[in-house]
């Protein structure tokens, strides 16, 4: 089938990102998205309209509900909204916001500590996304920052933070695929070693970072954004009519009256969670490594040394981990206020209750995204989007040109570990070739190839920033409160003018030679110079 359907495998997510855009629909666009792929896999014609429109409900939304990780990640976020209902009905979000508060005085400040928790929670983008959002977003309601700002300053922190983290649930994937790409490229290096050096390299993460604390203590905007931000300054924190794929100030949550608002009712809950989520992402990984007979499995902690506690941190189910850690943070906020008397049991039950009802919307467009990336998968539209740049194999030009090719395929699928799948075992291997052919010295070669292998990893994470079906880009706006295409709109010219940063800084340049340090530096001051001359303050 690779290569079969051409430019035909671009048309579903296409229309998708068209009707979410035009129509500001996500649910029929993203159904639309899925019904035109399932119609073109069923062959075209009058009669594969019907077989599409049941493929699409007997295939692809099944087959995404069907999966175990999905369910996982579904039920993680039903349970964390049910675990935020009880503290926001018990009033310990209230107590948070009061305490959070006295730091975060202003709005500058409020950004400011958004992005510093955003980069704390740094070892799964998941937990990050949901964590994060949940936790700020009656901060930022009260010093009139936007949720279109909250979701991206939440977004720019989730995927680039967890992708270049020593300890990650992204290290076990990624080092597995450049093992895999090493081996069939007959190299030697180790593949834990080559993700270490490739670190810096990775400028589009790195850059978002930068750039995100930038936007968030200048108090400087530009675009889309710099409307929301204005708005919001006079009491709108959303658009007029804007459709949040959360709303947890509608279903019942507001806090009791007549009882204490403690914020260790909605500090101790989240620490559970974020520490639950590392303990069970060890312990399974040391169960996978036992079962699995590995060296490594019985080895003490102490003598592990960075290398092998990354190794065990990488082999534990992440999807379990938040799964477990979810449960338990459910279970700890209920007892915590049920035993303090703030509120009875039916009334925890049912704030619970209220806060999964106010995250279904969001696991119905997680769901639809889930099946059109499966119809991609199908129309093999990664595979054809490779084969687009196939025979553009400067080596010089290698790193930028992976850099947008994994772009365009995750923008185009909206996921980006598939993205890195398919890119890095392609990519490595012509690294090495090209640079060989072309008679590149070992110093070169070598910088060229690191360059290449993170720029899929970046390329990606750019690609899963801008598209409307990435499943973290619609946790962001679901944490947020915020509508899901006004975040993507105001997101797109950040996401952009670090995109364009990175290559006129980064790869470019780097692949030519330039030390990755000047780089990165080289970097920071262009997006710089962009907040200060191309953004305008806020309140001006």
């Known amino acids: 089938m690779e290569g079969g359907f051409g430019w035909l495998s671009l048309a579903p997510p296409l229309l998708a990102i068209l009707l979410a855009l035009a129509l500001r629909q996500v649910y029929l666009a993203l159904l639309g998205g899925v019904w035109l792929g399932a119609w073109i896999v069923s062959g075209g014609g009058i009669h594969g309209l019907l077989i599409g429109a049941l493929r699409t409900f007997d295939k692809y939304i099944v087959g995404a509900l069907a999966d175990s990780d999905h369910v996982s990640i579904i039920l993680f976020s039903l349970m964390l909204g049910g675990m935020v209902g009880v503290m926001s009905r018990s009033g310990g979000t209230t107590g948070l916001v009061n305490a959070l508060s006295r730091k975060a005085t202003t709005s500058g400040r409020g950004q400011l500590v958004t992005w510093v928790l955003g980069v704390a929670v740094f070892f799964d983008d998941y937990a990050n996304t949901l964590v994060v959002g949940n936790t700020m977003r009656p901060i930022t309601d009260k010093l009139k920052i936007s949720r279109e700002k909250l979701a991206y300053i939440v977004d720019s922190t989730a995927a680039p933070v967890a992708a270049i983290a020593l300890l990650s649930t992204w290290i076990g994937y990624e080092i597995s695929l450049i093992g895999d790409a090493l081996a069939k490229s007959g190299s030697d290096l180790d593949p834990y070693a080559v993700f270490l050096q490739s670190i810096p390299y990775n400028f589009y993460p790195l850059l978002a970072l930068a750039f995100g604390l930038m936007i968030a203590g200048s108090r400087r905007d ?29 279903h019942g949550l507001l806090p009791v009256e007549g009882k204490p608002h403690r914020w260790t009712n909605a500090v101790i809950p989240l620490a559970i969670v974020i520490h639950a989520t590392f303990i069970a992402q060890w312990f399974t990984g040391r169960a996978a490594m036992a079962e699995a007979g590995h060296a490594l499995a019985d080895t003490p902690f102490f003598k592990l040394g960075m290398q092998g506690i990354g ?12 799964l477990w850690a979810a449960a338990l943070g459910s279970v700890v906020a ?22 999964i009802k106010s995250m279904l919307p969001a696991m119905i467009i997680l769901v639809l995204a889930w099946a059109i990336a499966s119809v991609c998968k199908d129309l093999n539209t990664a595979g054809f989007v490779t084969s687009l740049l196939s025979d553009k194999l400067n080596p010089n030009l290698l790193p930028s040109l992976m850099f947008l090719c994994g772009a365009l395929i995750a923008f185009s699928t909206g996921t980006s570990w598939a993205t890195m799948g398919i890119l890095l075992p392609l990519a490595v291997p012509i690294a090495f070739g090209v640079t060989a052919a072309a008679g590149f010295g070992e110093a070169a070669a070598h910088q060229i190839f690191l360059a290449t292998t993170s720029a899929v990893l970046a390329g990606a994470i750019f690609g899963d920033h801008c598209s409307p079906i990435s499943d973290t880009t619609v946790m962001s706006s679901m944490s947020s409160g915020c509508d899901h295409v006004d975040h993507v709109r105001t997101q797109l010219p950040y996401a952009l003018t670090v ?6 800084t980064g790869y470019l340049p780097v692949a030519a030679g330039l030390p990755v340090w000047a780089g990165l530096l080289l970097g920071v001051a262009v997006l710089g110079a962009v907040v200060r001359f191309v953004g305008k303050p806020v309140e001006g």
């Open 311 to 322: 190794t065990v941190f990488s082999e534990g189910n992440s999807f379990h981990a938040l």
């Open 334 to 355: 209920i007892a915590m206020v049920t035993g303090q008397g703030v509120l009875k049991l039916q009334e925890s039950l049912d704030a619970w209750l209220n806060g």
């Open 499 to 504: 995109a364009l940063a990175a290559l006129i």
């Open 222 to 250: 530009f675009g889309p954004m710099l409307k929301a931000e204005r708005r919001a300054r006079k009491g709108e924190l959303l658009r007029k009519g804007a459709q949040p794929l959360s709303d947890f100030d509608s």
